[in-house]
């Protein structure tokens, strides 16, 4: 892959990301600005998976038919004109409409970005490239994270349209027209997850994220109303966290080489799952500073080892593989905002986070028996 194309996935991935951590951190201010519940705030969250995991199972076949230039211009343009109308909401209910069709275009990035990356690049290479590419994603959430403490959510999400326009003009301009079309169309769907090593990987990805999107999504909240934070106080916790997932991927990148993909994935679950039990017993929010870095790092380490992973699938499913990943990562994220729900108030905050961290824990110990290290998929 030419550096010039690289370096323009990357600011497409680097503009998507852009405010989707962020919006964790702000449900409790847009809740404010426009005068409703958190509990209905939060829906801004999985109104974005939702449409994020189901479309993006379309960018595999249309892959087939047209070429990747061509599809990145017209989902970079559509996620410029949807976020750009997001920023401009006058009411809650127009900033639903336009946050569902943000998760529409922008769930295009990552499937196309990683079937270029696993079709061009070496196998060798494939890790640190997986590794910078997330990486630079984390900087761009490290980044509207941060703001969120000053900027009205207004403005934080006018930055990534622009962005969008900047990307778009730049695939226009320079991207390698990278061509995976095939004389003959199909979808393969069904012979990406019929073998048994491809399921449990899939396994895996749908409940890493149920288990993670299920706190991650209500942590601002519950800040909020367990310490009575303020909003700046609540983005530099979570900005704690972005910090260190940034490093945690570029360093996942490389330790993947090294340790194996699997090994650095078991470990990031298992520091996952100690600090959501760590959280049964934070009485001052100050210890939140250093506890956080635990979830930060940890997730950032699953996710650059399962992408990875999966990089490494034949050639016949590659694609499939690809957006099945991330329809799964966001179809399931929202099922865990869901369910998360539900159990708080079924349970409440501490039993629930006791459930999680042991579910977790449990699923990174056990992650080397349900995973080989290799993805050889028949």
Not at 20 to 49: C, D, E, R
Not at 110 to 126: D, E, G, M, N, R
Not at 244 to 273: D, P, Q, V, W
Not at 277 to 303: C, N, P, Q
Request: net charge positive; aromatic share 18%; glycine share 6%.
């Amino acid at each position: 892959m030419p550096r010039s194309s690289f370096f323009i996935v990357s600011l497409m991935f680097f503009t998507v990301s852009f405010g989707v951590a962020a919006m964790a951190a702000l449900i409790p201010s847009i809740a404010v600005h426009f005068g409703v519940a958190q509990n209905y705030t939060l829906k801004l969250t999985w109104l974005y998976m939702l449409p994020y995991g189901l479309i993006a199972l379309i960018w595999a076949p249309i892959s087939r038919m047209f070429t990747i230039r061509r599809i990145f211009l017209f989902t970079s343009f559509g996620f410029f004109v949807s976020t750009l109308f997001f920023s401009l909401s006058e009411n809650i209910h127009q900033a639903f409409v336009f946050r569902f069709l943000m998760g529409c275009f922008g769930c295009s990035f990552v499937p196309l970005s990683l079937i270029t990356i696993a079709k061009t690049v070496s196998p060798k290479k494939k890790s640190k490239y997986i590794g910078t590419f997330f990486g630079i994603s984390y900087i761009s959430t490290f980044v509207s994270v941060f703001l969120s403490g000053f900027m009205p959510w207004q403005w934080l999400y006018r930055i990534p349209a622009i962005l969008s326009l900047l990307a778009f003009a730049l695939v226009l301009w320079r991207l390698h027209d990278f061509d995976f079309r095939q004389a003959k169309f199909k979808i393969n769907y069904f012979k990406a997850i019929k073998d048994k090593k491809a399921l449990r990987f899939f396994l895996v990805i749908m409940l890493a994220s149920s288990l993670y999107h299920s706190v991650q999504q209500r942590l601002g909240m519950y800040l909020s109303q367990t310490f009575d934070l303020r909003q700046l106080v609540i983005s530099t916790i979570f900005t704690v966290s972005t910090l260190c997932a940034i490093a945690s991927e570029f360093l996942g990148g490389f330790l993947g080489s090294k340790l194996g993909n699997i090994k650095i994935t078991r470990i990031g679950f298992i520091m996952m799952s100690l600090f959501v039990l760590s959280l049964l017993f934070v009485k001052e929010h100050e210890f939140l500073f250093f506890v956080i870095v635990l979830w930060g790092a940890g997730w950032a380490l699953t996710h650059v080892g399962l992408s990875t992973h999966l990089t490494h699938f034949p050639d016949n499913i590659q694609r499939e593989a690809s957006s099945l990943n991330s329809s799964f990562r966001f179809t399931f994220g929202w099922l865990g905002v869901v369910l998360g729900g539900f159990f708080v108030g079924l349970i409440g905050f501490k039993a629930f986070f006791i459930l999680v961290a042991l579910s977790i824990f449990i699923l990174g110990f056990n992650m080397n028996k349900i995973i080989a290290e290799e993805a050889n998929v028949s």
